[in-house]
C-alpha cells in the first residue's frame, strides 16, 4: 500500500480539470483495497474512489482518500452451450476488454468499444452506446460494502440498472467499492443493429459480423467524439432527458425534426445534442470551455480551467435549453470531492 500526499488529479481525469487529493492511492488487490479503507477510517478521512477519470468533475481540492482501484485480471469462468461467462477485475480498461472478448470468437460487447474508462466504473451508470447497454450482458459484480466492510456479491436484478443509472447512484451511492464484475457473452454473434447511425455506417456490407460492428462503431466514434488527450472532455455532459409522452407529443407539433425515442415503460427519451445544437450552442465557449463543434452534447475543457467554470457554462445551457423547450437537462459525469464515501 503505497499512499501518497497532496496528489494533483489533472491527469487522472479526462476533463483535464486541476484538483489536488489530500492523500491518494491506486490498489492493486482486494487485500490492498481492504487496508486502504481501514487506514482511512483509523484516520477519520473520508474516501473517495476514481477509475479512469473519464466521467467525473473534481472539486478543487479533494479532502480524505481517493483509491484508484486497479486490481487487473479477466478469465473465462464458465461455459455452456450459447454462452460464457467471463469476470474481469475493476482495473481492467474497458476498451481492452472489448477487443479481448473479440480476439477469442467472445461476442456481446463489440457496439460499447471505445468507451474509456476501467471495467469498475461500467455498472455505475450503466455504459450504454449504440443501441446496447451494460445491463444486457451484466451477470453479477463483487465489491466491497462499506457498511459492514464484507466483499458482496451483487446480481444484474441488485444493480437496479436503468438508462444511464444505477443503484450505486441511489441507495449504494458512495457506498460500495466494485472490485470484479462477471459478464455472460455469447458464443455465436447476435449483431444489435437498431441504432439509426449504426445502420447508416453498415450499409455497404450485405452480411455484417460483429467485427464490422465493432469497427464502424470506433470508426462513427472517432468522427464524433474529440479524443480527450488531444481535447479534454468527459464524453456526454449531460444525459438525455426522458420525459412523458403526452409532452413529447406536444414539443414533436412544435419541433417535428427533434429526435425521440420511445421507452418500454410509455416514456419518451429526447436527443439532448439536438436540442443545445438547435439553441445555436455548438462551438459557443466561454473562458476556454467550448460546446463540442461536432457533437453539442459534449463540453471541452482546452483551457484546463477549474470544475466551477465548466459548471458555470453547464449552467447557462441548462437554463437556456429549459427556457426555450420547457426541458429540463441533467448533468450525467459525477462530482467528486463534494460528496464522500461512506467508512
Ligand atoms: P470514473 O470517471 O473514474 O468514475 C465514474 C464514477 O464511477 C465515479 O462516481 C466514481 O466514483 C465511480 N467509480 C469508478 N470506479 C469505481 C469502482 N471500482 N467502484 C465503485 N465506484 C467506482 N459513457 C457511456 O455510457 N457511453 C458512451 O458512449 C461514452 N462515451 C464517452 C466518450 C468519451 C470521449 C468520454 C471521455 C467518456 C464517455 N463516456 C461514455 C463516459 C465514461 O467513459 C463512462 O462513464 C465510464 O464507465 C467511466 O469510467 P471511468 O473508469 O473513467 O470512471
Ligand atoms: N445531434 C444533433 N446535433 C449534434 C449531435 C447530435 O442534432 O450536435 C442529433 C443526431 O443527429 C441524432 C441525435 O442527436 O439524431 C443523437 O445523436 P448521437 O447519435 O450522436 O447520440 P447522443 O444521444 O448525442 C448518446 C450517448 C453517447 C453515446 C451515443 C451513441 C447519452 C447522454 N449519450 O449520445 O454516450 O456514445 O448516444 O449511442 O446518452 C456518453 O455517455 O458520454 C456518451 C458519449
Given amino acids: 500500500m503505497n499512499i501518497k500526499r497532496k496528489v494533483q488529479l489533472q491527469n487522472y481525469n479526462t476533463l483535464s480539470v486541476p484538483s489536488v487529493a489530500e492523500y491518494f492511492c491506486s490498489v492493486n488487490s482486494k487485500n490492498e483495497l481492504i487496508e486502504c479503507v481501514n487506514w482511512a477510517e483509523k484516520n477519520s478521512l473520508p474516501l473517495h474512489i476514481i477509475g479512469g477519470g473519464s466521467n467525473v468533475l473534481l472539486a478543487p481540492k479533494i479532502t480524505g482518500l481517493v483509491i484508484q482501484c486497479r486490481i487487473n485480471f479477466k478469465k473465462i469462468i464458465d461455459q455452456d452451450v450459447d454462452h460464457i461467462w467471463i469476470e474481469v477485475g475493476a482495473g481492467e480498461n474497458w476498451h481492452s476488454l472489448v477487443e479481448w472478448t473479440l480476439k477469442r470468437q467472445i461476442y456481446g460487447l463489440e457496439n460499447l468499444a471505445l468507451i474509456p474508462g476501467l471495467v469498475g466504473a461500467a455498472p455505475i451508470q450503466n455504459i450504454g452506446a449504440y443501441g446496447v447497454e451494460l445491463c444486457e450482458v451484466f451477470e453479477r459484480l463483487e465489491g466491497l460494502k462499506l457498511s459492514d466492510k464484507k466483499f458482496t456479491s451483487l446480481s444484474n436484478k441488485d444493480c437496479d440498472f436503468a438508462y444511464r443509472d444505477s443503484v450505486f447512484k441511489h441507495t449504494l451511492k458512495n457506498q460500495f467499492i466494485i472490485s470484479s464484475v462477471v459478464l455472460k457473452l455469447k458464443k455465436n454473434p447476435c449483431l444489435k443493429l437498431i441504432y439509426p447511425a449504426l445502420q447508416t455506417a453498415l450499409a455497404q456490407f450485405k452480411n455484417p459480423d460483429a467485427f464490422d460492428v ?85 463540453l471541452t475543457n482546452r483551457a484546463k480551467c477549474e470544475v466551477g467554470v465548466i459548471l458555470a457554462f453547464a449552467e447557462s445551457i441548462q437554463r437556456d435549453i429549459k427556457q426555450r423547450f420547457g426541458v429540463p437537462l441533467e448533468i450525467e459525469p459525477q462530482l467528486l470531492g463534494g460528496g464522500v464515501l461512506a467508512r
Avoid: M
Fill in 214 to 298: 465493432f469497427n464502424a462503431v470506433v470508426s462513427l466514434r472517432k468522427q464524433k467524439l474529440p479524443d480527450p488527450l488531444a481535447t479534454p472532455n468527459a464524453g456526454s455532459f449531460f444525459k438525455n432527458p426522458i420525459v412523458s409522452c403526452e409532452f413529447a407529443a406536444q414539443l414533436k407539433q412544435a419541433y417535428p425534426d427533434l429526435p425521440q425515442y420511445p421507452q418500454e415503460d410509455g416514456s419518451i427519451k429526447l436527443a439532448a445534442a439536438w436540442l443545445i445544437d438547435s439553441a445555436g450552442w455548438k462551438g459557443k465557449e466561454a473562458s476556454g470551455v467550448e460546446v463540442h463543434p461536432k457533437q453539442a452534447l459534449v
